[in-house]
């Protein structure tokens, strides 16, 4: 079982940035891909960043390209989401997971409980 936990949500104005963390506990394997998705109200759920475990690979969703960041500090198992140039459309709960590297949520087998993220204008 692995546990995860968000945490850096919270309330910025357009343009600001956030940086987002995920905590990872439990029985935790290195080679565990981790990601970010997020949901919008009246939308589905959706892939924004992932970074594979033993090369770190990363890969962004269109509409973030160029304005996150995603990096992980395995020592600490910990993921990050570097949010730059914010924009009222980023507004979401954002989940963390972690399982296989991919751009879809059925290639992950773990997910936090997400992060509200609100950018006003």
């Known amino acids: 079982q692995v546990h995860l936990v968000e945490s850096g949500g919270g309330l910025v104005q357009a343009g600001g940035s956030l940086r987002l963390s995920c905590a990872a506990s439990?029985?935790?394997?290195?080679?565990?891909?981790m990601g970010w998705f997020r949901q919008a109200p009246g939308k589905e759920r959706e892939f924004v960043a992932a970074i594979s475990g033993l090369l770190g690979r990363t890969s962004y969703a269109d509409s973030v390209k160029g304005r996150f960041t995603i990096s992980r500090d395995n020592a600490k198992l910990t993921a990050f989401l570097q949010m730059n140039s914010l924009k009222s459309e980023d507004t979401a709960v954002y989940y963390c997971?972690?399982?296989?590297?991919?751009?879809?949520?059925?290639?992950?087998?773990?997910w936090g409980q997400g992060t509200q993220v609100t950018v006003s204008s």
């Open positions: 997971t972690a399982g296989r590297y991919g751009s879809t949520p059925g290639s992950y087998d773990y």
């Open positions: 439990g029985r935790t394997a290195n080679n565990y891909a």
